[in-house]
Every structure is written in C-alpha cells, then in structure tokens.
C-alpha cells in the first residue's frame, strides 16, 4: 500500500512538473498571467493595444509643447492624471517643469503642491516645493501663497530634524547602536554553529 502510494505521488509530481514547463509567469503593468512557454515575445500583444491615433495625437502635443508652455503645462497635467496618455509621474513633472521654468505660473503652483506633498512614490522635497511656490505667489496667485506658508514651515521642520540626526550621529548615539545585539552563531569545526 505503502509503494502504491509513494508511486502515485511521484507520477503526480512528475505531471505537476511537466505542466510547469509549458508556461511561465509574465507580470507586467496589467497584471500577471500564465503563457505558454514557447512565446517567444509579447510585441505583437502590445502592438494589438497602441492606438496609432492616439500615438499621433500625443506626439502633436509634445511637439507643441516644446514651443507653448500652456501646451507642456497642459501634457504634465494628462501625464499626471492618465488621460489620454498613460500616466506616469516622470513625464508629468518634466513638462510641468519645462512649463514652469518658462514662466506658467499654474504649472509652478502645481509642481509646488507636488513637491509640499509627493507624489506617487516620491516623497515630499519642501525646499524644491517653497522655490516653485515661490515664482507663482510672485505672479499673483493666491493660493500659492497660501502654500508657500506650508512650504516654509515643512522646510523649517526638516531642517531641524536634519540637525538632531546629525547630532545624534556625531555623538555616538546612532552610530553604535548595533552594539547591543549579540550573535547567533560561531565557526567549530569548519562550519557554523548556531545556539
């Protein structure tokens, strides 16, 4: 009974093994999802979702954005929110930022209130957010200056936080303070030993 059962298992893990060598795991943006393993290449996949239209379209505002602020200001905010274009935080503060250094002050508020607090997996920066606040408040805008007040003090508390962290490490405080673990293990007998 004992052998029967022993050689069912291994017929079945020998299936189990066989299945796992037709496909493999492919995880991208969508998700993931098992192929078969003889796929050679996704590019056709991804050739049957572009839209040429569309493609077209994007690349017609990047080049007029490239001349127009308000058109680069305009692409950084469909970046941002994934319209029309897929979103990506990257290109959205690029053209924010190309928009912002050639004087559009709502691409500077937006690139402040970015910066005061992230965006996406970056984390706030309140100095970079107090200079971009900073050129929009001079050009009238209200709400900037309501934010620059944030942004000051963001960067007031950071830098003092800064401060007490380097202390902290010039003082010995944080720079030993692996001292008290104790190992688990020690080399007899040409291998290690753990308690």
């Known amino acids: 009974m004992k ?20 496909t493999i795991r492919i995880c991208d943006a969508s998700g993931c999802s098992d192929r078969p393993r003889n796929t050679a290449t996704f590019e056709a996949e991804l050739a049957a979702q572009a839209n040429p239209a569309q493609d077209a379209k ?4 990047e080049a007029l954005a490239a001349k127009d602020p308000r058109a680069a200001y305009d692409l950084g905010l469909r970046y941002f929110r994934g319209d029309g274009v897929k979103k990506d935080g990257y290109l959205a503060i690029k053209w924010m ?11 500077a508020q ?5 910066y005061l607090f992230g965006l996406e997996e970056m984390g706030p920066d309140p100095g970079e957010a107090e200079r971009w606040l900073m050129m929009a408040a001079d050009k009238g805008d209200k709400e900037a200056k309501k934010l620059l007040t944030q942004a000051r ?5 950071a830098q003092g936080s800064y401060e007490r962290r380097e202390a902290d490490r010039k003082n010995g405080w944080v720079s ?14 040409g ?4 308690y």
């Open 97 to 107: 930022r190309d928009a912002g250094e050639r004087g559009n002050f709502k691409a």
């Open 58 to 61: 994007v690349a017609a505002l």
């Open 191 to 194: 291998h290690w030993v753990f």
């Open 3 to 22: 052998r029967l059962l022993l050689c069912l298992l291994l017929v079945s893990g020998a299936a189990f093994a066989d299945d796992d060598k037709k």
């Open 153 to 157: 003090k963001a960067k007031t508390e």
């Open 110 to 114: 937006a690139l402040g209130r970015f």
């Open 176 to 189: 030993g303070w692996y001292s008290g673990y104790a190992y688990q293990s020690y080399w007899r007998d």
